[in-house]
């Protein structure tokens, strides 16, 4: 029997109105035949956009969670971000400095022939999967293969986090984090590249976990108010380290980023930081930390030792207090450094040639810090931060084979403009004061002097 056109809208009408009720059949649900019935509807005019919204949301109940559509609204839960630096250096070489061998154990760019790099490449996953769990995962597409920042060394992608908070409180105020993660020990080491001034970490803390990460275990507390102001302190670009709670207590390999624990004996750290908030609405921040293990640095095997210890491991500990005035305009950022850790001590003669000491490897005192002096601009052209930082450490770098003497003794004078918040480029002049290498524990070690430095950096965030 034909339909006439006062029939047809008589069982449009009742369509809409057992898709109203939800009184549908479960096949028509599973089809998805009442959701193609009420967009019909909706473009004809039947209904109005109101009384759509609402019949979807009631229809959507009775929809089946497929894959499929589990899969389609994966970015409700988690978000996509991340920046590239792009860096270009020019060494002006002091006296004698051919025979010397310059280099920086964290920048690759550092050599005595100029070189354009791209320093980082990172993406960020992260997001609340569910109430009590949160995921992130960071990958760097410009990582250095096996973790050496040698001219040599091959470029790869390299895992450089992925965890999970897990929320034991409704207010997320008590976390267990597992996972790959920063080492929750001072604060410019916490601090994301993406927002540091100086293109690289001070080696007085950077040492002491290069890399910074590792894979560890923490326990994280910090009230409502705290997470507020450390996630506000990052989001109005005033430079801060981010939310790794107020007081946090843990353990870690203690080997470093992306390498198994060599002596089963986990590193344990604590670490106390606060906010705080004058009635001007300054920030300045306080905070202590230092963690204690034992450490097995790169060719300390022991040849009369049983075959299952055939490694040396050396007391590791250290301690860090910093003070951090956020830039509202003038900042000032300060951490000092003092422990003991394993060391091959090297001795300079008057030209920088190094002398290795026969003895090896052995545990000595270290200590070292940095002081950053910053003034932010708000300009109507973009953000312009003019900033200076002395670093100083002497101590050695017990990451790499043999745990060389490190001795650094830097100025560095820089730019940062911010035209927009998705790109911004740096210009630093560093003084070179003194300056080891560590490439090696051998006698192509010196002590450089004098071979200053310029770079400038293009940074983009999306």
Same mark, same amino acid.
């Given at each position: 029997?034909? +339909?006439?056109?006062?029939?047809?809208?008589?069982?449009?009408? &009742?369509?809409?109105?057992?898709?109203?009720?939800?009184?549908?059949?479960?096949?028509?649900?599973?089809? /998805?035949?009442?959701?193609? +019935?009420?967009?019909?509807?909706?473009?004809?005019?039947?209904?109005?956009?109101?009384?759509?919204?609402?019949?979807?949301?009631?229809?959507?109940?009775?929809?089946?969670r497929?894959?499929?559509?589990?899969?389609?609204s994966w970015f409700e839960k988690m978000s996509i971000r991340g920046y590239v630096q792009s860096r270009y250096t020019h060494v002006f070489e002091g006296d004698d400095a051919a025979k010397k061998s310059f280099s920086s154990p964290a920048d690759p760019s550092l050599q005595r022939r100029d070189q354009l790099i791209l320093r980082r490449g990172r993406m960020i996953f992260s997001g609340d999967m569910h109430d009590h769990l949160y995921l992130y995962a960071q990958i760097d597409y410009q990582a250095s293969v096996g973790g050496s920042y040698s001219e040599t060394a091959q470029s790869g992608l390299q895992t450089r986090d992925i965890y999970g908070d897990i929320s034991l409180d409704h207010d997320k105020e008590h976390r267990i984090r597992l996972g790959i993660s920063k080492v929750p020990y001072g604060f410019v080491n916490l601090q994301s590249s993406q927002n540091r001034l100086s293109m690289e970490r001070p080696e007085a803390l950077n040492s002491g976990v290069e890399g910074e990460r590792d894979l560890g275990v923490y326990y994280m507390w910090a009230d409502?108010?705290?997470?507020?102001?450390?996630?506000?302190l990052v989001a109005t670009g005033l430079k801060g380290s981010g939310d790794y709670g107020v007081f946090t207590v843990g353990a870690y390999n203690g080997q470093g980023l992306n390498r198994y624990d060599s002596n089963r004996n986990p590193h344990v750290l604590a670490r106390l930081a606060y906010p705080f908030k004058l009635e001007s609405g300054q920030f300045f921040e306080l905070g202590l930390s230092g963690y204690h293990g034992q450490f097995v640095p790169g060719g300390?095997?022991?040849?009369?030792?049983?075959?299952?210890?055939?490694?040396?491991?050396?007391?590791?500990?250290?301690?860090?207090?910093n003070f951090i005035w956020y830039p509202q305009p003038f900042g000032i950022e300060a951490e000092w450094t003092v422990g003991r850790g394993p060391e091959t001590s090297v001795w300079y003669a008057a030209n920088g040639t190094g002398t290795i000491d026969p003895k090896g490897i052995t545990t000595q005192?270290?200590?070292?810090? !940095?002081?950053?002096?910053?003034y932010k601009m708000d300009t109507s052209s973009g953000v312009v931060i003019p900033?200076?930082?002395?670093? /100083?450490?002497?101590?050695?770098?017990? %990451?790499?084979?043999?745990?060389? *003497?490190?001795?650094?003794?830097?100025?560095? %004078?820089?730019?940062? !403009?911010?035209?927009?918040?998705?790109?911004?480029?740096?210009?630093? /002049?560093?003084? &070179?004061?003194?300056?080891?290498?560590?490439?090696?524990?051998?006698? *192509?070690? !010196?002590?450089?002097?004098?071979?200053?430095?310029?770079?400038?950096?293009?940074?983009?965030? !999306?």
């Open positions: 029997m034909r +339909l006439t056109p006062s029939t047809h809208r008589l069982k449009t009408a &009742a369509l809409a109105f057992l898709a109203a009720s939800g009184s549908v059949l479960p096949s028509l649900a599973t089809d /998805y035949t009442v959701a193609d +019935l009420l967009q019909t509807l909706r473009q004809r005019g039947t209904i109005s956009e109101e009384e759509f919204q609402r019949m979807s949301k009631t229809n959507s109940k009775n929809v089946p497929t894959v499929e559509t589990i899969k389609d409502k108010v705290a997470r507020a102001r450390f996630k506000e300390s095997t022991d040849a009369n030792a049983t075959p299952k210890k055939q490694v040396k491991q050396f007391d590791d500990t250290r301690a860090a207090a005192n270290l200590q070292g810090g !940095y002081i950053t002096a910053s900033f200076s930082r002395w670093s /100083y450490f002497d101590g050695a770098r017990k %990451f790499q084979t043999g745990a060389p *003497t490190q001795k650094v003794n830097e100025l560095d %004078f820089g730019i940062e !403009y911010q035209p927009w918040t998705c790109f911004e480029v740096a210009l630093i /002049y560093t003084r &070179a004061i003194e300056r080891s290498s560590t490439n090696a524990t051998t006698s *192509t070690n !010196y002590l450089t002097k004098g071979n200053d430095r310029i770079s400038i950096q293009g940074q983009f965030n !999306y």
